[in-house]
């Protein structure tokens, strides 16, 4: 498997590389650029259409690992059945990535939209559900939990998993959304993400967890990391161009994907604790920024300059600064996780 991880990355890192430029020249082409708003720090007229770029060499690497692996089909045809209640459901993992991949084209339509005329929060969220619903129609979802300190395993009601699923995976759209505001920011924690979420699937392969389920998720997070280092090639500071809402909205959904067919499916509850813990700081951001603008009255989706790196910027920190101080909380934050996960399945 070591090396279908290297070709992951490599190739993932090679197709962004190549495909963002392009993407770029098609947002000049049909006007995506960005806007100005009140989030703005210093407003360039860039496109912010990278997230299109990345989406394409995301699932272009998906279709060439699956071409040339013979052990990646393998992989993709197991299968696993779920019991609801009565009701007795068949998981496919390569079903799964078909649900991610028909999500993802969702995604990107409505980023697209976004990025181009723009979509008041409320429209923004509905569509985020429709997403996160056809992903978990087609297995992405999380089952349930393990009882601390025993080894009972408790299944989630079916319409329960539904819905812890949905806001799951629309809470880090949200959370890279939100982080996506000074140059390199968000594509830089999503690659930190994505080396801590690969570690975690390896250790918990190794402990022998669903094995076939973590090594869908360590693949997926190699590929992303790939994609992410591609993209910081162009949007590190000073960015030359945007990901736009197209690519903050898919990577954050790709991040909530990965640590659903992953992590997650350990049914530890400490496990829901590692993926927020390594994307710590735009979760506390959120979280403050929802706390903020119900005190002021105003609605959840309102833009202002109260995030995390506004206040640092306006203290007179710089944005490479600010972005470097992101990386090293989050890397100390993954390491402080995988430290934890790999003393705990020893």
């Given at each position: 498997?070591?090396?279908?991880?290297?070709?992951?990355?490599?190739?993932?890192?090679?197709?962004?590389?190549?495909?963002?430029?392009?993407?770029?020249?098609?947002?000049?082409?049909?006007?995506?650029?960005?806007?100005?708003?009140?989030?703005?720090i210093n407003f360039r007229k860039l496109t912010r259409w990278g997230g299109f770029g990345m989406f394409l060499s995301f699932f272009l690497t998906l279709f060439l690992l699956i071409k040339i692996f013979p052990q990646i089909r393998e992989l993709f045809s197991y299968r696993y059945i779920l019991q609801w209640d009565e009701v007795k459901e068949t998981i496919i993992l390569s079903k799964q990535l078909l649900g991610i991949f028909f999500a993802s084209i969702l995604v990107i339509i409505v980023g697209t939209i976004?990025?181009?005329?723009?979509?008041?929060?409320?429209?923004?969220?509905?569509?985020?559900v429709i997403v996160a619903y056809c992903a978990m129609d087609f297995g992405v979802r999380i089952l349930g939990f393990n009882i601390p300190f025993k080894s009972e395993f408790?299944?989630?009601?079916?319409?329960?998993?539904?819905?812890v699923t949905i806001l799951w995976l629309?809470?880090?759209?949200n959370m890279v959304n939100l982080a996506d505001g000074v140059d390199g920011l968000a594509a830089g924690i999503?690659?930190?993400?994505?080396?801590?979420?690969?570690?975690?699937?390896?250790?918990?392969?190794?402990?022998?967890?669903?094995?076939?389920?973590?090594?869908?998720?360590?693949?997926?997070?190699?590929?992303?990391?790939?994609?992410?280092?591609?993209?910081?090639?162009?949007?590190?500071?000073?960015?030359?161009?945007?990901?736009?809402?197209?690519?903050?909205?898919?990577?954050?959904?790709?991040?909530?994907?990965?640590?659903?067919?992953?992590?997650?499916?350990?049914?530890?509850?400490?496990s829901f604790v590692v993926p927020i813990f390594v994307v710590g700081i735009p979760f506390v951001d959120v979280i403050v920024s929802i706390i903020?603008?119900?005190?002021?009255?105003?609605?959840?989706?309102?833009?202002?300059?109260?995030?995390?790196?506004?206040?640092?910027?306006s203290?007179?920190?710089?944005?490479?600064?600010?972005?470097?101080?992101?990386?090293?909380?989050?890397?100390?934050?993954?390491?402080?996780?995988?430290t934890f996960v790999a003393i705990k399945v020893r």
């Open positions: 498997m070591v090396s279908i991880y290297f070709f992951s990355v490599i190739v993932s890192f090679i197709f962004t590389t190549l495909f963002v430029p392009a993407t770029n020249w098609f947002g000049k082409k049909f006007g995506i650029y960005d806007k100005p708003s009140k989030r703005k976004d990025d181009k005329k723009g979509l008041n929060p409320i429209t923004k969220f509905l569509f985020q408790v299944s989630l009601p079916r319409i329960v998993s539904q819905i629309c809470s880090f759209m999503i690659l930190i993400s994505g080396i801590t979420f690969f570690a975690i699937s390896l250790l918990q392969r190794q402990s022998g967890v669903i094995s076939q389920q973590m090594t869908l998720s360590a693949i997926l997070s190699c590929i992303l990391i790939g994609v992410a280092g591609g993209f910081l090639v162009y949007n590190f500071f000073p960015a030359k161009l945007y990901m736009g809402d197209t690519g903050a909205l898919w990577l954050g959904f790709i991040i909530g994907c990965i640590t659903t067919v992953g992590v997650l499916k350990t049914g530890a509850v400490i903020r603008r119900i005190k002021k009255g105003v609605g959840i989706g309102t833009a202002d300059k109260e995030h995390i790196h506004h206040l640092l910027l203290s007179g920190w710089t944005q490479r600064e600010v972005v470097l101080f992101f990386y090293v909380v989050t890397l100390l934050l993954s390491v402080v996780m995988i």
